[in-house]
């Protein structure tokens, strides 16, 4: 019963798998501030088994000393620079990567909303150097440009075109419905009336003109969702490209759902 309740298959000894955890450890170490560090291996046969001894060698575990931003010469580098006050890469914690990481996550989540559509957190990367004789280490943010070469991009929003009986099945379908321009910068698409348009018109944040908030959009979609009518809610950035300055339009794409009561 025992062997059949809590007894594991016999697991056969794989160098290459020993060799892999080795530097999955290594990883784990060096991810949490034990620079330096290693892992020795040893193997001991007995009969038909063997035994396996990890030895991890280490100094100690390193502390932030500090963290160097980018420079506010840069539009990116002024947003980090004005929200640092929530940071999670404090001097004097001890170093992790999980931090830099999340850093990385909280910092793109910011500039999103400061209507840098195409920036996303791969921009963002670190240079860590170890202060000599101590076991602090300095942090370098350090934000790439775009492939492009040119400065990241600050949009703002254009019209706003809701295509309110979007088919899923049949994307051609939209060359097919009505236009009602409800106001200057809204126009709508459908071929059945399934809401007011002034409720759509609530529903949707932000207006033409203003900086585009990935957060503001995102609630927009919630906004539709909630209203019980649609299935699905899509929105797609159509890039203004004969403007002087980075402009999108917005496409909201609404699939009713005729499964309703």
Do not use: C
């Not at 034990?34 to 193997?43: A, G, N, P, W």
């Not at 899923?168 to 059945?192: A, F, G, R, Y």
């Not at 402009?247 to 309703?260: A, G, K, S």
Request: zero cysteines.
């Amino acid at each position: 019963w025992l062997q059949r309740n809590f007894g594991e298959a016999p697991a056969y000894y794989d160098k290459l798998s020993q060799s892999r955890n080795r530097l999955r450890m290594k990883k784990m170490l060096k991810d949490n501030g034990f620079f330096r560090s290693d892992i020795e291996v040893d193997t001991l046969k007995k009969g038909k088994k063997i035994e396996m001894t990890y030895h991890v060698i280490t100094n100690g575990q390193y502390k932030v000393n500090q963290v160097f931003l980018p420079s506010d010469t840069t539009a990116i580098g002024r947003v980090i620079r004005r929200n640092q006050a929530k940071t999670l890469i404090k001097p004097g914690e001890f170093y992790s990567e999980n931090a830099l990481t999340n850093e990385r996550v909280r910092l793109n989540e910011i500039v999103s909303r400061e209507g840098y559509l195409e920036f996303n957190e791969n921009y963002i990367y670190y240079f860590t150097d170890t202060l000599k004789g101590t076991f602090t280490a300095d942090i370098y943010m350090k934000v790439k440009p775009p492939s492009d070469g040119i400065t990241h991009r600050r949009y703002k929003i254009g019209k706003t075109i809701i295509h309110s009986n979007y088919d899923l099945s049949d994307p051609s379908s939209i060359e097919d419905k009505d236009t009602v321009q409800i106001k200057s910068d809204m126009i709508i698409l459908e071929n059945e009336h399934l809401i007011e348009h002034k409720v759509l018109d609530r529903m949707i944040l932000q207006n033409e003109g203003d900086v585009v908030s990935q957060k503001l959009q995102n609630v927009s979609v919630s906004h539709l969702l909630d209203l019980g009518i649609f299935k699905f809610v899509n929105l797609r950035y159509e890039r203004i490209t004969d403007s002087l300055e980075p402009i999108v339009n917005r496409n909201f794409y609404l699939t009713p759902d005729f499964n309703q009561n």
